[in-house]
C-alpha cells in the first residue's frame, strides 16, 4: 500500500495517457492520447499556492503545509490530441491540504453539501482514509484559480478530487493499479444553483495511464 505521501512520489514522473470520453446529453464519444509530465514543487511554490489559498478565505496553518510531507504539491505539464485532431496544453500545479491543517474552512464547508454520491468522503477511525481541501492555480474547464476537495483511500490506493467550478462540478479518480500504472475516471456534472449533489451529467471520461521509463 501507498501512504498519502508514497501516492504522489509514484505519480511523478513522464506519463502517456489515452481516454475516451462520452457526452450523455449528445450520444458523442470522443479518444484522446496525453503526454503528461509531473514534478513536486519547491517550498517556495507551495508559498504561492498556500496563499491564494488563503485569499478564499481558508484558514489554515501556514508555516506547518509547508513544510510537512502531508501537504504535497505538484506542477502537471500536459499535451493532449483529441482523434479529431484538436489540441491543449496546459502547464498547473496543484497544493493539496487535510483537513487537520485547515483551522477554519469558512465559506467552503458548504462545498461538501454539493459533492456527488460518488466522491463522498467515507471516514474511519483506522485513518485509512485522508480528506482535505487542494488548489489549482489554473482549473481546466474554465480559467483561474479553483478549489476543491479531496479524498484519499490508503487501501485502493484511490486518489478522488472533486472540483468546483462556476458552472460544472467534476469528479475526477486516480488509482495506481501497479506503480507503472493508473486507472482513471472523471464524471462532469453540471452544478445545481442550490446546494445540494448535481443529478445531470455532462461528461464521462475513462482513461489508462502509463508510467515511462526514462
Known amino acids: 500500500m501507498l501512504s498519502f505521501p508514497d501516492f504522489f512520489t509514484a505519480c511523478t514522473g513522464r506519463w ?3 481516454r475516451t470520453y462520452h457526452y450523455p446529453p449528445t450520444g458523442a464519444v470522443e479518444r484522446s492520447h496525453t503526454n503528461s509530465l509531473i514534478q513536486p514543487i519547491s517550498g517556495a511554490a507551495k508559498e504561492n499556492l498556500l496563499s491564494r489559498l488563503t485569499a478564499t478565505g481558508l484558514q ?9 510531507p502531508l501537504c504535497p504539491g505538484l506542477t502537471i505539464l500536459f499535451h493532449t490530441e483529441s482523434e479529431s485532431g484538436e489540441t491543449r496544453t496546459m ?5 493539496f491540504v487535510p483537513d487537520w491543517y485547515i483551522l477554519d474552512p469558512g465559506y467552503y464547508a458548504t462545498l ?35 478549489l476543491g476537495r479531496f479524498h484519499y483511500h490508503l487501501h485502493r490506493q484511490s486518489l478522488t ?5 462556476l458552472q ?12 507503472a500504472t493508473r486507472l482513471r475516471t472523471i464524471v462532469s456534472y453540471q452544478r445545481p444553483e442550490q446546494s445540494i449533489p ?13 508510467k515511462q521509463v526514462l
Open 16 to 18: 502517456q495517457i489515452d
Open 60 to 68: 489554515v496553518e501556514a508555516e506547518k503545509v509547508v513544510s510537512a
Open 91 to 95: 502547464n498547473f500545479q496543484a497544493l
Open 112 to 146: 461538501q453539501q454539493q459533492i456527488p454520491a460518488i466522491a463522498s468522503e467515507e471516514t474511519d477511525a483506522s485513518q485509512s482514509t485522508i480528506s482535505g481541501y487542494y488548489l489549482r492555480d489554473e482549473g481546466y474547464s474554465e480559467k483561474g484559480a479553483v
Open 161 to 165: 478530487m472533486t472540483t468546483f467550478y
Open 168 to 179: 460544472s462540478i467534476a469528479v475526477d479518480r486516480m488509482e495506481m493499479a501497479t506503480p
Open 198 to 210: 448535481p443529478t445531470q451529467i455532462e461528461l464521462i471520461g475513462f482513461g489508462m495511464e502509463r
